[in-house]
């Protein structure tokens, strides 16, 4: 079928939402509609992430995926992170500032499937938020579709879904729709999921975040992955020792 003019006219990083229209699919909200990134400063990582998977030489039993607060589990997370997943066979499939449409296209460019993780540490959805009156419900849409497309893939794995961090120094409106999110997954976090939520371990009584913790208000500081990784280690240990 020959494209329609305009169409060919599109650069190739929008045609998958032109593609989505054609399909009927125009009424989902961008979160749920696959979606590379074009940004200069993401393409190697991107890239990096996706090679990882294509050229695996074997399973891979423990798989993080998400954005940048996976990604750096290998900067400010590398003690923890050598320490304890390392040795599991974790593989980081972070990519920073990713939203859960990203990582679906990374799912339909690289799919797990080879890698027959038995344990995926999810964590997406913080780039989502404040992107509208509806960004909380989209967020929660796009999750769920990560989670949906992680069960086609690898529907014998065992997802541990972490919690949206609170995020800025002080009580926000990002931080009251990220908590929004997280209620419901704790409500439904779906089949073979187990919900993984320490956010109030990054916050004082005040509501304001700990700076020991979450130094630059988004990602975790070396003390706050030793803390994540001291309360996660043992649910991925958990269920990739169930049988």
């Given at each position: 079928m020959r494209l329609p003019t305009v169409l060919r006219a599109v650069p190739a990083a929008l045609c998958a939402a032109f593609l989505a229209a054609a399909l009927g699919l125009a009424g989902d909200p961008a979160s749920v509609v696959p979606a590379p990134r074009t940004d200069a400063g993401a393409l190697a990582r991107q890239a990096l992430v996706v090679q990882r998977v294509r050229e695996s030489k074997g399973p891979a039993p423990v798989v993080f995926i998400g954005a940048s607060i996976i990604q750096r589990w290998e900067e400010a997370g590398r003690e923890p992170w050598e320490r304890l997943f390392v040795p599991m066979g974790a593989v980081n499939l972070g990519c920073s500032g990713d939203r859960t449409e990203n990582?679906?296209?990374?799912?339909?460019?690289?799919?797990?499937?080879?890698?027959?993780?038995?344990?995926?540490?999810?964590?997406?959805?913080?780039?989502?938020?404040?992107?509208?009156?509806?960004?909380?419900?989209?967020?929660?849409?796009?999750?769920?579709?990560?989670?949906?497309?992680?069960?086609?893939?690898?529907?014998?794995?065992?997802?541990?879904?972490?919690?949206?961090?609170?995020?800025?120094?002080h009580l926000n409106a990002a931080r009251?729709?990220?908590?929004?999110v997280n209620q419901a997954l704790a409500a439904d976090p779906g089949e073979g999921v187990t919900f993984l939520d320490i956010g109030e371990r990054f916050i004082d009584a005040q509501g304001d975040l700990r700076t020991d913790l979450m130094a630059d208000e988004l990602h975790p500081s070396p003390a706050g992955y030793a803390l994540w990784a001291q309360l996660l280690e043992p649910v991925v240990r958990a269920r990739l020792e169930e049988r």
């Open positions: 990582v679906l296209w990374r799912l339909a460019e690289a799919p797990l499937t080879p890698l027959a993780p038995k344990v995926i540490v999810v964590q997406i959805g913080t780039n989502n938020l404040g992107r509208g009156p509806d960004a909380a419900a989209e967020t929660l849409r796009g999750i769920r579709r990560v989670l949906a497309v992680l069960r086609e893939q690898c529907p014998q794995a065992k997802v541990v879904m972490a919690a949206l961090f609170p995020r800025g120094t009251g729709e990220g908590l929004q």
